[in-house]
């Protein structure tokens, strides 16, 4: 916003302005990339132009436990609503055509007819049939109205809203069973690092992220999947989108299952099986593909199946890093500082890819010896700075020190009489 005229000479703001748009780059953003899988597990999937709106209504359950809250209750009240109504004219129809509205409703009738002589008590109107209708399915049984044994049709009407009422409540009571059971409700606690680490293990480059629980609950038969996502066009000029590739993880046991007590570094060997093979620091800020990771496994209290799923993009791949360590014992128990769960710090790591690093291994030692020079450089020039600032200090301490507490010079005179040496 600019600044008002009667306040700052009008020069003065468009010089700003202009300085403002000088430091300004000119260069055009880069557009937003869009991402397969949201961090949080949503995939980022749009269904348009579906035709064949029906088969939702095929599989009602299914869909009455994937619509919003908001929606299933909606549509539970409106059946609640609207089978209370249907039922109450069938209960008014029929209180009709045996004539027990125009026993009630005879201005000369002396007095109310017998409980035996209609097939509902006390319905006298379109209201007190819609009361009696909702004490029949809910059962609630007020006393004031009741059917009879004259009317063998109201007898049949009893037996089938007793049905329809039981089987609404068993719908709803399972939908909102399984809404609050579902298994992505316990995912929420399974967390993932927000970035992923490439960085040198056992003298390879690996491909690193943090997976951890947060209940003590745990995940039985955890295992682990890793795909990447990118945009590939086959030699036949054929363009895949969404190609998907399956990647290894590192696992000393066949399968991949992990045991998932503490947070855990899963890790992926870039080797020649790998779409990451011939990717290089300087080339993994261009490259569009998308590291999707997928956690299942079996709830240990419901015994439900659950999976969580995030992604990592280029920009969330920190090349020469590595995870710090968040585990530690004390008095006997291993502790976990979820405070530093995403936290990472540099190390030595080549800049070139897992192909040249194969082809080349001395590019890893000279990697290596120059990460440790560096180091001791740092070393060096961290004791010097230690030794002048204690220097500093033990100076500003002897100037600071009053004239008084000095010790004063002693002299010796020999024998000759001449000055010895001064001690102080």
């Known amino acids: 916003m600019l600044a008002r005229k009667s306040i700052i000479p009008e020069e003065f703001v468009l010089a700003r302005v202009a300085a403002e748009n000088l430091r300004r780059p000119r260069v055009a953003g880069r557009p937003a990339r869009a991402r397969f899988l949201a961090k949080g597990g949503a995939c980022s999937l749009a269904h348009k132009n579906v035709r064949e709106q029906g088969r939702f209504l095929q599989d009602v359950f299914t869909t009455l436990v994937d619509l919003k809250w908001r929606h299933t209750l909606v549509i539970f009240t409106m059946a609640f609503l609207g089978s209370w109504l249907l039922f109450a004219i069938v209960w008014w129809l029929v209180a009709f055509a045996h004539g027990d509205l125009h026993a009630y409703m005879a201005r000369n009738a002396p007095a109310a007819p017998e409980p035996g002589a209609v097939c509902v008590t006390n319905v006298r ?104 996502v990118k945009k590939t066009t086959t030699p036949e000029g054929e363009v895949l989108p969404i190609h998907q590739i399956d990647i290894p993880v590192d696992n000393p046991v066949d399968s991949n299952s992990i045991f998932l007590v503490a947070p855990l570094i ?22 569009d593909l998308e590291v999707i990771v997928i956690l299942e496994g079996v709830v240990e209290t419901t015994g439900i199946t659950t999976q969580a799923r995030t992604s990592y993009v280029a920009e ?44 080349k291994p001395s590019i890893l030692i000279q990697t290596l010896q120059k990460s440790e020079l560096s180091h001791q450089n740092s070393l060096r020039k961290r004791n010097s700075m230690r030794r002048n600032n204690s220097i500093r200090r033990h100076n500003n301490s002897l100037r600071r020190t009053p004239a008084s507490m000095m010790v004063p010079k002693v002299q010796f005179l020999t024998p000759e009489g001449t000055q010895g040496p001064s001690e102080s």
């Open 125 to 228: 109107s379109f209201a007190s049939a819609f009361l009696f209708s909702i004490e029949v399915q809910v059962t609630i049984g007020f006393g004031g109205r009741m059917m009879t044994e004259e009317c063998p049709l109201a007898i049949t009407v009893l037996i089938l809203q007793n049905i329809v009422g039981l089987i609404i409540n068993a719908i709803m009571l399972g939908c909102i069973f399984m809404k609050t059971s579902q298994a992505h409700r316990r995912a929420e606690t399974l967390i993932f690092s927000r970035h992923a680490v490439i960085a040198v293990r056992h003298g390879r480059l690996c491909f690193m992220f943090r997976v951890g629980d947060l209940r003590k609950s745990m995940i039985i038969s955890a295992s682990v999947r890793i795909q990447v």
């Open 266 to 287: 899963i890790c992926h060997v870039i080797d020649k099986r790998s779409p990451l093979y011939d990717v290089s620091a300087d080339d993994l800020a261009s490259q």
């Open 316 to 359: 969330e791949i920190q090349w020469g890093h590595r995870f710090v360590s968040i585990v530690t014992e004390e008095e006997g128990v291993y502790s976990v500082d979820y405070s530093k769960f995403g936290n990472t710090m540099k190390v030595a790591a080549p800049r070139c890819s897992a192909r040249e690093l194969d082809e």
